[in-house]
């Protein structure tokens, strides 16, 4: 088999993992605001549906996972697509995660729902899951174009969302002590 062909096979299945690794993306972005919206509506019935739905993100990263450790165990990568790889499924762990996190909102709904809702609170927690969402699209705008200039703008803005989570977590506080 011609070198040739070995990378034109490597560059077609790293294309692969890769929009597997969009398409999770996509979903977790949906997931994080519908799990906010519904906090906000006091939905229980889209709550439930992203509750759902994190079952495909959790396919999405073992499909991921797979084919990334046939490509590593078929194709051998060097150095470089080595670590290109190990960043996808990296990148398919992170999601996952914030996928979790999208789920665990979604499941505080339910319970959040009975309460004497915070002024204000809702509509905090929305933006702050516009602005997560935002970071989140733009990080892995600037993996695939790899633009090192987005993503250290996205490592700057993760200050604005943890002075966001940390002002709410205050007013938070300060409503649970009145």
Request: proline residues 1%; glycine residues 6%; aromatic residues 4%.
């Amino acid at each position: 088999m011609s070198t040739a062909h070995i990378l034109t096979a490597f560059d077609r299945d790293l294309e692969v993992a890769q929009a597997l690794v969009m398409r999770m993306g996509g979903l977790v972005e949906t997931a994080l605001l519908e799990a906010a919206e519904a906090l906000d509506r006091r939905d229980e019935d889209l709550a439930a549906r992203v509750r759902a739905g994190d079952a495909a993100i959790d396919a999405l990263e073992d499909q991921i996972n797979a084919h990334c450790a046939e490509l590593l165990a078929l194709r051998g990568p060097t150095a470089g697509d080595l670590r290109t790889v190990l960043t996808v499924m990296k990148i398919a762990a992170a999601l996952e995660r914030s996928g979790d996190y999208a789920k665990n909102l979604a499941k505080r709904t339910a319970v959040l729902t009975q309460m004497t809702q915070v002024p204000g609170a809702s509509g905090a927690i929305r933006r702050l899951a516009k602005v997560v969402v935002q970071m989140l699209t733009d990080a892995l705008d600037a993996y695939i174009r790899r633009d090192v200039k987005l993503a250290g703008d996205v490592r700057l803005r993760d200050r604005e969302i943890d002075q966001m989570y940390n002002s709410i977590f205050r007013e938070f506080l300060t409503h649970m002590m009145e």
